[in-house]
């Protein structure tokens, strides 16, 4: 019964670690990300806390390398209790992980951002998902590795000038994150003109055209990358 590291991103609020704790306690996650593994048994991931993942796979060596869907959240991190753990500043893989592991984290999390994690988004813009890479994401839902040749393929791609600059990494993990906070701030504000703006901006700007202008970052109150969506 392995677990596998798939990716750190973004949890709700009201997530819970997977492991109990020794005192009998799950803690939460104050950042508002978590490492998730791949528990093979069940073929499910499941959120922890830095500590308890490396304690899950039973080394912090293999959490290196690991695709983090969140380094272009700027949000204020708070200073609660809980396990932040070490090492997952810094993006890919963290301060510790080596080129070759930044480079893999990279090509990992490009296939899974055209495939899955915004592939995925409800109304996103079609041509996220990319044909050509389709084989590679099968072959890379079964084993979780790629080939140096995968990940040169991956790469290349990512940085071709006939890939629209919309499909850049950076850009689509922009609109990942923004996705993630427009409807957490969706679902706290009451219906009303607001509500409609916010949901407006997050279907015919965001998802459907992959991008957002200040003035749309502004009013939906994001708290990205400076950077953001200026690609
Ligand atoms: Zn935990």
Redesign the pocket.
């Known amino acids: 019964m392995a677990w596998i590291p798939i990716r750190i991103d973004f949890v709700e609020p009201e997530t819970q670690?997977?492991?109990l704790?020794s005192n009998g306690r799950?803690?939460g996650f104050p950042t508002g990300t978590a490492t998730f593994l791949l528990d093979e048994t069940d073929g499910q991931d499941y959120p922890?806390?830095p500590?308890?993942a490396a304690i899950k796979v039973g080394d912090k060596a293999e959490l290196r390398g690991i695709p983090d869907f969140t380094t272009r959240d700027f949000t204020p991190t708070q200073e609660i209790e809980g396990?932040r753990g070490g090492g997952q500043a810094g993006g890919s893989g963290g301060d510790e992980a080596s080129d070759a592991e930044k480079t893999k984290a990279f090509a990992k999390r490009y296939l899974m951002l055209r495939m899955d994690r915004v592939a995925n988004l409800p109304g996103v813009k079609p041509g996220v998902s990319y044909a050509p890479l389709a084989e590679i994401y099968r072959g890379f839902e079964k084993t979780r590795k790629l080939t140096e040749d995968e990940m040169r393929h991956i790469i290349a791609l990512e940085r071709s000038e006939k890939t629209p600059t919309v499909y850049r990494s950076n850009n689509l993990l922009d609109v990942y994150t923004a996705y993630i906070q427009i409807n957490r701030r969706i679902n706290t504000v009451t219906p009303g003109d607001y509500h409609d703006v916010l949901v407006s901006i997050r279907d015919n700007s965001l998802l459907r055209r992959l991008t957002l202008s200040e003035g749309q970052i502004r009013a939906a109150k994001l708290t990205l990358h400076p950077d953001a969506f200026r690609c």
Do not use: L, S
């Open positions: 670690c997977t492991r704790a799950r803690h922890f806390g500590t308890c396990d």
